[in-house]
């Protein structure tokens, strides 16, 4: 690994990771701002703008924060005249009282000691916080495995990889929300209501596009460069062994948490 800050890789190539990464279910976007009701909405670690897109097609009030400026650039023109904010979270402060505070694919970055307080803070009574993932699972089995292999052998194990996860991982039923979401740790101790929506959809990449998919993804950017293209060299080969492409199952999950009236 290298000394570079995690949070940060995706500004590398921030042009490759706008055409390369999924964006979200339309829907989502949708059912969100219906559940939050009207006010302003703040997003959290905007990126490029997959997320801030769909939400600002809405004809909404949306403030978005992208420390990145490289990042901030593409977001910039993804969604021309929203305020774009270069700067953390942690380091913001409110300009007023939120309806609702979204977070897509980026949570996580956020100081795990200090986001539900900042979430709270940025809230007006009755505000949601709504952060979402995209989670890839493969349901072929072999292929999983042959991937599974390719991680191991690079220590690659303890890390979310975007091939880590078979389709038979998730179960159906709903888990207890404070264990579908270790991100939002103590979330009941100031918020209230708290629920998951879930989206499904699929994925399918060729080869090129899965070589171009894992440098995006910053499990492979923190790894020095030759081990890197090492690394999605022998993964890229079992996908090409495989087949014509890799086709995942992708779920999309929404934590929701309101703050007391």
Same mark, same amino acid.
């Given at each position: 690994?290298?000394?570079?800050?995690?949070?940060?890789?995706?500004?590398?190539?921030?042009?490759?990771?706008?055409?390369?990464?999924?964006?979200?279910?339309?829907?989502?976007?949708?059912?969100?701002?219906?559940?939050?009701?009207?006010?302003?909405?703040?997003?959290?670690?905007?990126?490029?703008?997959?997320?801030?897109?769909?939400?600002?097609?809405?004809?909404?009030?949306?403030?978005?924060?992208?420390?990145?400026?490289?990042?901030?650039?593409?977001?910039?023109?993804?969604?021309?005249?929203?305020?774009?904010?270069?700067?953390?979270?942690?380091?913001?402060?409110?300009?007023?009282?939120?309806?609702?505070?979204?977070?897509?694919?980026?949570?996580?970055?956020?100081?795990?000691?200090?986001?539900?307080?900042?979430?709270?803070?940025?809230?007006? #009574?009755?505000? =949601?916080? /709504?952060?979402?993932?995209?989670?890839?699972?493969? &349901?072929?089995? !072999?292929?999983?495995?042959? +991937? $599974?292999?390719?991680?191991?052998?690079?220590?690659?194990?303890?890390?979310?990889? #975007?091939?880590? =996860?078979? /389709?038979?991982?998730?179960?159906?039923?709903?888990? &207890?929300?404070? !264990?579908?979401?270790?991100? +939002? $740790?103590?979330?009941?101790?100031?918020?209230?209501?708290?629920?998951?929506?879930?989206?499904?959809?699929?994925?399918?990449?060729?080869?090129?596009?899965?070589?171009?998919?894992?440098?995006?993804?910053?499990?492979?950017?923190?790894?020095?460069?030759?081990?890197?293209?090492?690394?999605?060299?022998?993964?890229?080969?079992?996908?090409?062994?495989?087949?014509?492409?890799?086709?995942?199952?992708?779920?999309?999950?929404?934590?929701?948490?309101?703050?007391?009236?």
């Amino acid at each position: 690994m290298t000394t570079r800050e995690r949070a940060q890789v995706f500004g590398e190539l921030a042009e490759e990771y706008d055409r390369v990464r999924p964006s979200y279910p339309a829907d989502l976007a949708t059912e969100i701002l219906e559940l939050a009701g009207p006010g302003p909405v703040l997003e959290v670690g905007a990126g490029t703008g997959k997320a801030s897109a769909l939400f600002a097609a809405h004809d909404i009030d949306l403030t978005c924060l992208e420390p990145d400026p490289r990042m901030a650039t593409v977001l910039r023109r993804t969604v021309p005249g929203v305020p774009v904010i270069e700067s953390t979270f942690e380091r913001w402060t409110p300009d007023r009282a939120y309806g609702l505070v979204i977070s897509a694919q980026a949570w996580h970055w956020v100081d795990p000691a200090r986001r539900n307080a900042l979430a709270f803070a940025a809230l007006a #009574p009755g505000g =949601l916080l /709504a952060p979402f993932w995209n989670v890839f699972l493969l &349901p072929d089995r !072999e292929l999983y495995t042959a +991937l $599974a292999e390719v991680d191991a052998r690079h220590g690659l194990t303890g890390e979310q990889s #975007p091939h880590s =996860l078979h /389709a038979d991982d998730l179960p159906d039923t709903p888990r &207890p929300f404070a !264990e579908q979401w270790p991100d +939002l $740790a103590g979330i009941e101790e100031l918020f209230t209501d708290l629920r998951t929506l879930r989206y499904r959809s699929a994925r399918s990449y060729t080869p090129t596009e899965y070589r171009a998919h894992l440098h995006s993804i910053s499990l492979y950017r923190m790894l020095d460069e030759p081990r890197r293209h090492t690394v999605i060299d022998e993964t890229v080969a079992v996908v090409e062994a495989h087949g014509a492409t890799i086709d995942f199952a992708l779920h999309t999950y929404v934590a929701l948490a309101r703050r007391p009236s």
